[in-house]
Structures are given as structure tokens and as C-alpha cells.
């Protein structure tokens, strides 16, 4: 256990087990019990969802064989309405199609029947765990952005001045790549098509932006962001903490549909990527 990150506290977590067998799904739902967590159970794929849709959960422990609606549908259905949702399969029939259909439906463990309760409460421990300290990582990782932004943003009028001033007499503050047009010391990009705007950034969107379109056309990747404007030399997976919230702003403000970018493209398992034609 990351000894920075916080306990869980279990009596938050709410767990679902879903199984048809009535002596199994009891005897989880007592052993999840002692040890503290919240728990609901199903008997069936219809009565799991309908409580997945009725209030959210943290995780899930699902029977894979069951009657009417296997457990790979319900897998498929519940990451409609939880996609967060942690998944632990059980499985009394180990097949190479339901090992399959559980890495497709991201299940964090695939346990056999007859599988312990102790084990299972384990692994669901284990998973839970995992996702906490993640968000606490994400949570440090923003923090530690905001703070850097907050030291590099100018404090007071004059050098508001000495910014502007700078900016209207060095055209190396100008960037200009496809629809965007950004002014690096004022922070401010104008883009362009049917109806021109201007947005104002913040100091680390601006870095963002900056350095994708000094970059044209290429691939960035999250650590070559956090290396280039935080100095810090982070995995990739941190990196991409750090970074994606300021993609996710930047997006939110130049994008006319931020669900569907054309500015700033998102290349899977490498980076980011600024558009060098106009798209919009």
C-alpha cells in the first residue's frame, strides 16, 4: 500500500453481488458484510441493473453463467449506466471465450468457483484499493498543476504591463498553426472559421497549447508535456493525469464540439496532436 494515500473507508463502498445461486450469494453478501463494506445483492442479470441504474456502485462481484441474462451482457449493459465500475468475475465453467469476454468487459480479476469468501473479499480489497490510491494520485497530480500555474501567473499589475508590453513587441510570442492563433504571453488564442473568437487561458493551457503548436503535425507525447512545461520527469500513466485536464479544458474552450476535437487530437497509446489545416 502507497503509504501517502488514504485509507479506505469501507463503509462508503458499495458493493453488488449477483449471483442465481442463493447459498453463494449469501454467503458473500454476510462475508462482504463483516468486513464492512455496503452491500446489496441480485439473483438475476435484470435485478443487477435495475439496481445499478437505481443508485451507483463501486463494485461488482458477477456469476458469469447465469439463466435468462449471462453475465457478459450484464457486463456490457452495466458499463452504460456505471462505466467507473469495478468488475470481479466468477466463473464455475473456465472457459477460453469467458476469459476473453472478461478482458473485453475490463473485469479487474476472474476467480473460479469454488473460490473462497476470504479471497474474494481479498481481491475485491485489492481492487478497491488500487482505484484509491489512482484518484489520489490524479488529485495530487491537479493539485501540484494548479500550483505551478498559480507560481508562474503574473502577481500584480506591473507585470501584467511588462507582459503585455512584450507581447506587442516580439512577433515570437505570436503562434500560428491551422484555425489557432496564439499569443503565448497574454495568454490569449483566437480561433478561427465561420465565426472568429477569442478565448483567454490559463498559464498552464497556454503551455499546453504552446507546445503542441510548436509542434505541428506531430505526436506529443504526456510525458514530453510534463518534462517541457512542469520539468518533471513522471510514467507515462502519471504524465497523462497531469496533463489530460488541461487537454480536457483547452478542448472545452476552443472546440465547437469538445466531444468531437478537430483542434487538438487525441493520437490512442501516444499523445496529443494540434491540427495544422484550418477545421473548423
Not at 137 to 147: F, W
Amino acid at each position: 500500500m502507497n503509504p501517502g494515500a488514504p485509507d479506505l473507508d469501507r463503509s462508503q463502498l458499495r458493493i453488488l453481488v449477483v449471483d442465481d445461486e442463493a447459498f453463494i450469494r449469501q454467503a458473500l453478501v454476510r462475508a462482504i458484510n463483516l468486513a464492512g463494506y455496503h452491500v446489496e445483492a441480485a439473483n438475476s442479470g435484470l435485478e443487477a441493473l435495475a439496481l445499478l441504474k437505481r443508485a451507483p456502485f463501486d463494485l461488482m462481484v458477477l456469476d458469469i453463467c447465469m439463466p435468462e441474462m449471462g453475465g457478459v451482457e450484464v457486463m456490457r449493459l452495466s458499463r452504460q449506466v456505471c462505466p467507473d465500475l469495478l468488475i470481479i468475475i466468477l466463473t464455475g465453467h473456465a472457459t477460453l471465450a469467458s476469459a476473453i469476454a472478461a478482458v473485453k468487459g475490463n473485469a479487474v480479476d476472474y476467480l473460479l468457483k469454488p473460490a473462497s469468501v476470504h479471497d474474494i473479499v481479498a481481491t475485491m480489497t485489492t481492487a478497491l484499493r488500487a482505484r484509491a490510491e489512482q484518484l489520489h494520485r490524479q488529485h495530487l497530480l491537479h493539485v501540484m498543476g494548479e500550483v505551478i500555474e498559480a507560481l508562474h501567473s503574473p502577481e500584480t499589475p506591473a507585470l501584467e504591463l511588462a507582459t503585455t508590453l512584450e507581447s506587442q513587441a516580439s512577433p515570437e510570442c505570436l503562434l500560428q498553426v491551422g484555425a489557432l492563433t496564439l499569443d503565448r504571453h497574454k495568454r490569449r488564442v483566437v480561433v478561427a472559421g465561420d465565426s472568429p473568437h477569442t478565448v483567454e487561458l490559463t498559464e498552464g493551457e497556454a503551455a499546453i497549447l504552446a507546445n503542441l503548436m510548436e509542434r505541428p503535425g506531430q505526436v506529443v507525447s504526456c510525458r514530453q508535456l510534463a518534462r517541457a512545461i512542469w520539468d518533471c520527469e513522471l510514467d507515462e500513466h502519471s504524465a497523462s493525469d497531469l496533463v489530460r485536464p488541461y487537454v480536457f479544458r483547452l478542448r472545452q474552450k476552443i472546440e465547437a464540439a469538445p466531444d468531437s476535437p478537430r483542434l487538438i487530437s487525441t493520437v490512442r497509446g501516444r499523445g496529443y496532436s494540434v491540427a495544422v489545416t484550418n477545421t473548423e
